[in-house]
């Protein structure tokens, strides 16, 4: 299976990610979105399971989210430190004992193992800006495996 993954889009959707997700089955989008209307326009490619950033308090999406996709239990939840998360994280992740935890806000690509569990952080995806690296990813699940590619805007 493969999901698009997107974060930060700060109410810009770039034109190349319709071209980079064709053919995803589920789009997951960490927050930050900026307009819901940025979601409509993603669910023109593939069903979305989105989460509210902290740029985000007009829009009508939940804190966190669980995604269950190819066998797999996701998390998406925008502000996370993978090396010390809050205690509600540490509490929601006991409970619901995720294989991926997905979120954004550090604008910077991630992607690391700890525990039993993989933090992914797709990068930014907004507007060029300041010479920021952009980037948005595909995560490929199988039965055996995660694979991530991430893709340059």
């Given at each position: 299976m493969k999901i698009g993954v997107i974060s930060d889009t700060h109410g810009?959707?770039?034109?190349?990610i319709f071209e980079l997700f064709a053919g995803v089955e589920h789009i997951l989008h960490a927050g930050?979105?900026?307009?819901?209307?940025?979601?409509?326009?993603?669910?023109?490619?593939a069903p979305v399971t989105a989460v509210y950033g902290n740029t985000d308090a007009d829009l009508p999406f939940k804190e966190?989210?669980?995604?269950?996709?190819a066998k797999k239990k996701f998390l998406v939840h925008h502000i996370?430190?993978?090396?010390?998360p809050s205690d509600k994280?540490?509490?929601?992740?006991?409970?619901e004992r995720p294989d991926v935890v997905?979120?954004?806000?550090?604008?910077?690509?991630?992607?690391?193992?700890?525990?039993?569990?993989?933090?992914?952080?797709?990068?930014?995806s907004g507007k060029p800006k300041f010479g920021a690296e952009r980037s948005a990813a595909i995560l490929h699940c199988d039965d055996k495996e995660i694979r991530h590619e991430f893709l340059n805007l």
């Open positions: 810009y959707l770039d034109p190349k930050d979105i900026g307009f819901a209307s940025i979601i409509l326009e993603l669910q023109e490619i966190t989210e669980i995604a269950e996709l996370v430190n993978p090396n010390a994280l540490k509490l929601r992740s006991a409970r997905v979120f954004g806000h550090t604008h910077k690509r991630f992607c690391e193992t700890i525990g039993e569990i993989l933090f992914f952080n797709p990068g930014y």
